[in-house]
Structures are given as structure tokens and as C-alpha cells.
């Protein structure tokens, strides 16, 4: 009896994440062509949790007309930055028994640039990609060049924005798997593959307890060395 109850409890388990799927999320992420109303943002994308692609929010934004290797180079080449450098591209992933965490390098832009334009080489996979505001803290030069938050998101929301940050890197930068407690939006100049998960397929997800360490650098086919151990969730 107890294991009949238990398998009917794995078989509506197994079938949930595609039930929730079909009453609350498309297949394909909807773009919409301009803007929603703060309303109509928090009622139809941000209660639901539903993603979605808007054109055309940020087009007055300058940096979308600046912003170039270019013109990088020439604004913020000589500032240093904080770097993650991995050996194949995967940052912040799962490696065996271990969850490993990038190493981090701090570079000049100009140099993250040459690696990016084939001018030099540098051990591993170069992104920059600091979660905790590195625009006005790395990079202020460039802050004449955006807006310090979208209005309608932020009135929608209710608040300002917890952190504006500046990714850059190359074609192999990867991160393998995100869990985001708030909401998150970007502005993408170039190519960037978003895959999106729902909240209710993360029961397949296997989390488990391991332990995290750091990656020593030192070629694109190094060991994985641990310089630093703690547990992790």
C-alpha cells in the first residue's frame, strides 16, 4: 500500500513541471515590441514569474549607440577590473564532487580586449562578470552612458535597482546554472543564450551538499587544484 502511494506520488511529480508549463508559460519566450505600463509589467510578467523580451526599452540609452570595443578601449581600457578566468569557459559549475568557482584576475580592460580581438592570448577563458555592482565601482566612466534604473521597472517594482552591473566576455564564457532570488533584467549588445528553467522543474535538478573551491589557472587544460575548501548547499 505504502509503495503504491509513493510511486502515484512520483508519477504527479514527474508530470507537475509540464502541467505548470502549460497554464502559466509559452514555449517560447514572448518578445514584446516597446515597453509595458508598470502595471501591465508587474501584473502579466513579474506576479507570474514569466520571462519575457522587450525591444526597444533602452534605444535612448547612449551606450547602445557607443558602446564598442572601440570606444571601450579608448573610455576604459587602462582601468583595471575584476576577471573570471576558467579554464574551458564554465564558471560557477559542478565539477565531480565539487562546485568550482572561477579564479579571478585583475586586468586591464585593454587586455580583456586584445584576448577578445585576437590581438593576445591569455590562459583560460577571460569574463568579466561581477554580481555586485561593478559598473559604478569599476567602471564609473561609462555610467554617463546609461540611466541609473529603468523607471517603469523600477515603479513596478517598487524600488531601485540592488546592483547595475557590466558583463563582458567571450563566445566560450559560460555559466552553467543560476538561481536568481530577485528580479533580473538585461540589456544584451551582441549575443547572449539565455536558458530559462522553471522554478517548478527544479525538483529535477539534483541539488546536493558538496564542497567548494577555487580554480588555480594556469593553461586551458590545468588540474583541478582546490586552493580553498568550505561546504556549500
Request: glycine letters at 4%.
Amino acid at each position: 500500500m505504502a509503495e503504491a502511494a509513493l510511486d502515484a506520488v512520483r508519477r504527479e511529480l514527474r508530470e507537475f513541471p509540464a502541467a505548470a508549463r502549460e497554464l502559466s508559460v509559452p514555449l517560447a519566450v514572448p518578445y514584446l515590441d516597446e515597453p509595458p505600463s508598470p502595471l501591465h509589467f508587474y501584473r502579466d510578467w513579474v506576479c507570474p514569474n514569466r520571462p519575457c523580451i522587450i525591444r526597444n526599452a533602452l534605444q535612448h540609452w547612449p551606450a547602445l549607440r557607443k558602446w564598442s570595443l572601440p570606444y571601450l578601449r579608448a573610455t576604459v581600457g587602462s582601468t583595471e577590473v575584476s576577471v573570471a578566468v576558467t579554464p574551458d569557459g564554465y564558471a560557477d559549475a559542478v565539477r565531480g564532487d565539487r562546485f568550482v568557482m572561477p579564479a579571478e584576475r585583475r586586468l586591464p580592460l585593454s587586455h580583456v580586449l586584445d584576448v577578445l580581438e585576437g590581438r593576445a592570448q591569455h590562459p583560460g577563458v577571460l569574463y568579466v562578470q561581477k554580481q555586485c555592482s561593478n559598473l559604478p565601482t569599476e567602471l564609473p566612466q561609462l555610467l554617463p552612458d546609461v540611466e541609473p534604473h529603468v523607471p517603469w521597472a523600477s515603479e513596478a517594482l517598487g524600488k531601485m535597482p540592488d546592483a547595475v552591473n557590466f558583463w563582458l566576455g567571450e563566445a566560450a564564457a559560460v555559466t552553467s546554472c543560476r538561481r536568481r532570488e530577485c528580479r533580473a533584467g538585461e540589456e544584451v549588445v551582441g549575443r547572449k543564450c539565455i536558458r530559462t528553467i522553471m522554478r517548478t522543474s527544479t525538483v529535477w535538478s539534483q541539488e546536493r551538499s558538496t564542497s567548494c573551491c577555487i580554480h588555480p589557472v594556469t593553461g586551458p587544460s590545468s588540474p583541478m587544484n582546490c586552493t580553498h575548501r568550505q561546504p556549500i548547499s
